[in-house]
């Protein structure tokens, strides 16, 4: 009998302890779509999570993009091709260096129901910075923008803050992240 009730004081804690980890982020229904813009324009892409887990009541998450899944969306055949591996250049995010960045929230606070006012520490090419950002629960996902500046990453081409006189041909430091977060059982 005793050990009937050991095993179940086990079982409830393991129970327990699983109800209280994390939820996993389905990688396949979640998305991540940037925006960077230039003087004549804009370009949008995606980006593909690796990880990710998001526990909204521990106010805690951390989701990690493979970098090397960076593409272009709004074009097609060799300028697709073209702009998608200069991104992947040293130029920009050097994925053959550094295969991924990660966020990590800091902050969780709610401003309302099923929204949130996160903040996080971001890396990307081995650099961290915080960031701040809102995000919306909508059904059983989670989605938001943020905003960084490349140039706050070691991403300086064409910037204007560092190179005068590009005219037509700067790209302007921010960058618009959209994202959509889908937990497994989302």
């Known amino acids: 009998m005793k050990s009937l009730t050991v095993f179940s004081i086990l079982a409830s804690f393991f129970v327990a302890w699983n ?18 813009e230039k003087v004549a324009g804009k370009h949008t892409g995606t ?13 805690s998450g951390e989701f990690i993009a ?26 920009f995010f050097n994925v053959d260096k550094h295969k991924t960045a990660k966020l990590k929230l800091t902050s969780l606070e709610s401003s309302g129901k099923g929204t949130y006012k996160a903040t ?15 995000m919306t629960e909508k059904g059983k996902s989670y989605e938001g923008e943020m905003t960084f500046n490349r140039t706050h990453y070691d991403i300086k081409y064409r910037s204007g803050s560092f190179i005068k006189n590009l005219g037509d041909k700067l790209i302007k430091d921010d960058v618009h992240l959209k994202f959509k977060l889908v937990p497994v059982n989302g």
């Not at 389905?26 to 779509?33: E, H, P, T, V």
């Not at 996080?120 to 809102?134: A, Q, R, S, Y």
């Open 19 to 36: 109800a209280a980890v994390a939820q996993k982020l389905d990688l396949k229904k979640s998305a991540l779509q940037w925006t960077g």
């Open 66 to 91: 493979n970098m090397q899944s960076i593409e272009v969306g709004d074009l097609e055949g060799d300028l697709k091709s073209r702009l998608t591996n200069h991104l992947r250049s040293e130029d």
């Open 120 to 134: 996080g520490d971001l890396t990307i090419k081995g650099i961290t910075k915080p960031v701040k950002f809102n």
């Open 47 to 59: 980006l593909q999570l690796q990880s990710g887990d998001l526990d909204v009541k521990k106010k």
